[in-house]
């Protein structure tokens, strides 16, 4: 299952509310599919499993929703900390994937 | 706590191989799923394979780069997982992150290494 995430950079104001979008090649309902956000030299952070449930520890201004083969992570009212790279990842059946990711940054 | 940590990165020569440890406390080892993640500078993550648990047969899955040249293991005992890597060629410099995950009471956990570098140069 190929991943792809869209837009590749999206531009946004703290405050504001950001939508991203990943795009799966097949249909694989809405379980086992996670999302991560990344800081430059730092690991990953698990946000999003199983399309909709929060990882522990996560502000409920993460949220994901979809299934079948549209996915999305959306974050309300972006704090200055939000601002990195999110990546979707698919964990069904082997191999399991990454999407590109996408950039957001603070415009 | 939970902590991961990984080691073995270093420099090795297109064709060598290297071994990477995944040390992990603060959670029962047993229990979880173990992956093995890399991402080549300034690109994005790659999956490399899973260490599956004693009650999922012991099994291991490979991303299509690992499959026939890399090898998951793991050692309940010591807490530890292994990737043992053959072939290893200059586009798989990155820094490979053990990541591991278990259900709580809470959910589905997920713990992420700080990664170990691998430079595949000559």
């Known amino acids: 299952i190929v991943l792809t995430q869209s837009p590749g950079t999206l531009s946004l104001s703290p405050g504001e509310g950001a939508t991203l979008s990943c795009r799966a090649s097949q249909n694989f309902g809405s379980t086992y599919l996670a999302w991560y956000q990344q800081k430059p030299g730092q690991a990953p952070r698990f946000l999003i499993y199983d399309t909709s449930s929060r990882a522990t520890g996560i502000p409920d201004r993460f949220s994901g929703s979809g299934s079948g083969t549209e996915f999305t992570l959306s974050i309300s009212r972006l704090e200055p900390e939000d601002f990195a790279v999110y990546y979707c990842h698919y964990y069904g059946s082997s191999p399991f994937t990454f999407g590109q990711g996408t950039k957001l940054e603070i415009k | 706590e939970v902590q991961l940590v990984e080691s073995g990165g270093g420099l090795v020569q297109p064709g060598g191989s290297l071994r990477l440890s995944c040390a992990a406390s603060?959670?029962?080892?047993?229990?979880?799923?173990i992956n093995w993640v890399r991402q080549a500078p300034g690109k994005g993550l790659e999956w490399v394979g899973r260490s599956n648990r004693k009650t999922d047969g012991e099994t291991v899955q490979y991303g299509e780069p690992a499959k026939g040249r890399f090898t998951i293991s793991r050692d309940d005992s010591k807490n530890t997982v292994y990737l043992q890597m053959n072939s290893l060629q200059t586009d798989e410099t990155a820094v490979y992150y053990c990541?591991?995950?278990?259900?709580?009471?809470?959910?589905?956990?997920?713990?992420w290494g700080q990664g170990t570098l691998v430079t595949v140069s000559s």
């Open positions: 990541a591991a995950y278990y259900y709580d009471d809470s959910g589905l956990r997920g713990f």
């Open positions: 603060g959670f029962t080892f047993s229990i979880a799923w």
